[in-house]
């Protein structure tokens, strides 16, 4: 299997898609100045205390209070409750971690009450971004995850996953670890730690520390609420969880990002740093790889997969709902079995890379073609779990009902991917009165007319819907040599698979669009 990464960086956001033998199988959007999000640290003040829940609202500067309940404040809160007061209440010198002395854990069922207090100032991370109309789910037991560990500070364990079967090795690692790790911070190993040398597991936690020095040393000076600790961006943070030797390629069209993912790759897999792309293509590089047409086909409430099957896919505020159908398959009652479990076989592969593909969390529930034998559904949820054996959120799948119905849960940090695959009309913009369409090449040069003659902008790209774009380069003299001859200016005309019909953008030569919209078509 071969394994690529897209990275396609716009102004104001940054998309990231995962390809597998060159079908989407993972697609993360976020703005480029998104904030509250997995991982990132805050300086936070204790707002409200609910006993009944064992839990309390923190207030982190999100328009609704954070949820922290008495579960997620660590073993270890004492500890770090003791660091921060110490931080706190002198300005000028900031307490070493590795001086200071453990305090008892805290019980594990005790009260919320007898911790925290309504102003008190906290130390949370983020562990679930806000989801619909949920604020941000917290933690304060802090960490900082790189690719082979995670530091934990205020405490002093080591644990090893236990995905690392061979004895021998896990106590290898432990050992190890043990003998580099600074005093008073835990580490977790983690699988991909399998194999490594002490150098590259020693540069990391290094590396880890300096992360947690540099930034703890904001807290004396922050107002609260505030963030302390930003975590690195999406697109490293998605390399630094899938990475994998099985991947040939990644490319990005941003020479910043580019940098970044390159540095980044050269520390964690030395000499592998060639993988890393810069696209300068004409063509958008979403359309460049083909995911923009696949975004259109599987982001929709209907997703086609085999012989005419399809899946409906639904998005309600407790669960998600997945509906199985066999479309105009054949369903002689000789057949129906064997048409139920070959429909249903290619609707779990479906399914689970529909889960990654929109990162659906929660519970989701499968509404599959009924089967009369028990085997058949046997051998069902073996191949669903089989399915989902590569999907890296934890999740639990649960065997058919008797209303043949699979439960599925799934763990969600982030809200689901939701993309609308609906096109409003960029011409009438709901009005449902157009131009004569025969006229639009000749709006489009009288864009161009005021572009260069009004504007004095003589270089840019002309993006297009594919079908216009062949219409305006067809024949041996085509209509954009056409324009280039008459306005004098450098003109490329791009097709743009996300552009609607007759709809048109103006790109100029540092890459930034040019506003060429009527008044009249703005209403």
């Not at 889960?355 to 559904?377: C, K, P, Q, S, T």
């Amino acid at each position: 299997m071969i394994s690529e990464l897209v990275v396609d960086v716009q102004p104001k956001e940054v998309s990231i898609a995962v390809l597998e033998d060159k079908n989407l199988v993972e697609l993360q959007k976020e703005a480029r100045n998104v904030s509250f999000a997995v991982g990132d640290i805050y300086l936070g003040k204790v707002k409200k205390l609910m006993p009944g829940l064992n839990a309390a609202f923190i207030d982190v500067g999100y328009k609704k209070d954070a949820f922290l309940h008495y579960l997620d404040l660590g073993p270890n809160f004492n500890t770090q409750q003791k660091f921060l007061k110490q931080a706190l209440g002198d300005q000028k010198k900031m307490p070493a971690i590795s001086k200071m002395q453990i305090l008892p854990e805290i019980e594990k069922d005790g009260s919320i009450s007898n911790v925290l207090k309504v102003g008190q100032e906290v130390l949370v991370q983020i562990a679930k971004e806000p989801i619909s109309t949920k604020g941000p789910r917290l933690t304060s037991e802090l960490s900082f995850a790189g690719r082979y560990i995670v530091l934990i500070p205020f405490a002093d364990k080591v644990s090893v996953s236990t995905k690392i079967k061979s004895s021998e090795e896990r106590a290898r690692l432990r050992q190890l670890i043990q003998s580099i790790k600074p005093k008073n911070f835990s580490v977790i190993v983690r699988t991909s730690s399998e194999g490594k040398r002490v150098a590259e597991l020693d540069h990391e936690l290094k590396t880890l520390v300096k992360r947690w020095e540099e930034n703890i040393v904001k807290v004396p000076k922050l107002k609260v609420p505030s963030i302390v600790y930003e975590e690195t961006a999406r697109t490293v943070a998605l390399l630094r969880d899938i990475f994998n030797p099985s991947f040939q390629n990644i490319y990005v069209n941003d020479a910043d990002v580019y940098h970044n993912i390159r540095d980044y790759v050269s520390l964690i897999a030395p000499g592998r740093e060639e993988i890393v792309q810069r696209y300068t293509g004409e063509l958008p590089i979403f359309d460049n790889f083909g995911i923009t047409k696949q975004v259109k086909s599987l982001f929709g409430r209907t997703v086609t997969y085999k012989s005419g099957a399809y899946l409906i896919i639904e998005h309600t505020e407790a669960m998600h709902v997945i509906d199985v159908n066999s479309g105009n398959r054949s369903k002689g009652s000789d057949a129906q079995e064997k048409t139920a479990i070959d429909v249903n076989t290619a609707a779990a592969d479906e399914i689970a890379r529909q889960l990654r593909l929109r990162d659906m969390g929660g519970i989701i529930v499968v509404d599959f073609i009924d089967m009369a034998e028990a085997a058949n559904r046997q051998k069902l949820f073996e191949h669903m779990s089989k399915a989902m054996a590569n999907d890296r959120a934890k999740h639990n799948i649960l065997p058919l009902s008797k209303f043949g119905l699979m439960q599925i849960t799934r763990q969600r940090v982030r809200p689901a991917m939701d993309v609308d695959t609906t096109e409003s009309c960029p011409t009438c913009f709901g009005t449902g009165t157009i131009k004569p369409s025969i006229l639009f090449t000749d709006n489009l040069e009288g864009k161009i007319d005021c572009l260069v003659n009004k504007h004095n902008v003589k270089k840019f790209a002309l993006h297009v819907h594919p079908y216009v774009a062949a219409f305006v380069n067809k024949g041996l003299y085509p209509l954009s040599m056409k324009w280039k001859l008459k306005y004098s200016m450098s003109m490329k005309v791009i097709p743009n698979q996300s552009l609607g019909f007759l709809e048109y953008k103006f790109i100029d030569s540092d890459k930034n669009e040019l506003d060429m919209m009527e008044e009249k078509e703005m209403k």
